[in-house]
């Protein structure tokens, strides 16, 4: 999963949520929590807005706190630096998957429920290979916007 730092500072009994990566997000909370889980959601709007507008996604830099993006969101943003880096387009990824253009569209977006497989075939189509690994945690993490009990 990918982590963006996350800038926090008092305005005002709120809390002011920033990204170095993303000077476009900003967002407030009540909490420190509830500011870096807003700030997920305004990152994933930021992301969304960046590919719309095929503008590069910044690989995270160091820090914390930070947003963690959903498992689904990281893959769809690793798929389209990747067709950046190797200057695949939207109608050359459909062309090389034999899909619709709707078909590139859904798995480029990140509020679309893509399924894996589906993920993974963009991947290959672009010489790169999903790989998923689970690794134990010291302690509780807490869920991670757009998350839910069932792993949807």
Known sequence: MLAYPILL?????????????????????????DAIARATDALEEAIAARIHDRKDIPPPSTGSPFAVLPTLTSVKVQLY?????????KAELARRLGWHMPQVDRVLDVTHRSRLDQLDAALGAIGQRLHVAATAISGPITAVAGDTADGR
């Open 9 to 33: 500072e008092d305005d005002d009994g709120a809390v002011l949520a920033t990204s170095p990566d993303f000077p476009e997000l900003t967002t407030f909370g009540e909490t420190r929590e």
């Open 81 to 89: 630096q990747g067709m950046r880096s190797q200057g695949v387009g």
